[in-house]
């Protein structure tokens, strides 16, 4: 009679641990299933968001009228810097096609590189355009506003657009302080002796006003 029991008990026993082991099985499987139908669907996600975004850039959404770069363009830019020396003040005007002929060449950082730029001034910004060829090819257009800081002239940039679509705010950054170095590179002669204090946009052109050091 005991024994019977023990048995009964050990097969109690051993029915209740297989059935906690298919229990586990089948919620391991579970697991592993949702597991692929989750990285499936990520995948799914995240091609049709980079075609998006793809097919955003590869869209124009802008014409200008095209300024070829022109040596007399870029003498006259470096002609108007080159201020009689000791004039307590000074204020020169700029016109687009000169500060295109001087930043055709274009920016670039690790992550980025812009060729062909020009500049069209109004009364309230100065936009350049151009082409990015770095990380891939798609026309750019960065929205500035100049001001002047540290005695300099600073574009800060307002939006910037590859394409159709606006680019995020780290990007814009990066490519405002490149911007910004190549500029500083073209008035280097202004800067040497002078200060600039305020600007002025006008329909095509920049008036720029300083005093020495």
């Keep these: 009679m005991t024994k019977n029991v023990n048995q ?4 109690t026993e051993q029915a209740f641990y297989r059935d906690l082991d298919n229990r586990s099985r089948r919620r391991s499987c579970c697991t592993w299933q949702t597991f692929i ?3 499936v669907a990520l995948t799914i996600f995240a091609s049709a968001v980079t075609i998006f975004l793809f097919y955003k850039i590869k869209q124009t ?3 200008i009228e095209k300024f070829y770069p022109s040596d007399t363009s870029k003498d006259n830019f470096l002609a108007k810097l ?3 020396k000791f004039s ?7 016109t687009e096609q000169e500060l295109s002929s001087v930043i055709t060449r274009g920016i670039s950082a690790v992550t980025f590189e812009i060729q062909n730029i020009q500049a069209v001034i109004d009364t309230e910004n100065i936009i350049f355009y151009g082409k990015l060829t770095k990380p891939l090819k798609a026309d750019i257009k960065i929205e500035t506003a100049p001001t002047v800081k540290d005695g300099k002239i600073y574009f800060q940039t307002k ?3 590859a394409g159709k679509l606006i680019l995020p705010g780290f990007l814009n950054a990066e ?3 490149a911007l910004n170095k190549m500029m500083d590179e073209n008035f280097n002669n202004l800067y040497k002796n002078y200060n600039v204090e305020n600007i002025q946009l006008g329909q095509d052109e920049m008036i720029i006003n ?3 050091k």
């Design 82 to 84: 080159q201020i009689e």
């Design 159 to 161: 939006k910037i657009s």
């Design 88 to 94: 307590p003040t000074f204020s020169i005007t700029i």
């Design 8 to 11: 009964e008990d050990e097969n």
């Design 61 to 63: 959404n802008f014409s």
């Design 175 to 177: 490519i405002e302080k």
């Design 210 to 212: 300083g005093k020495l």
């Design 37 to 39: 139908l989750f990285f």
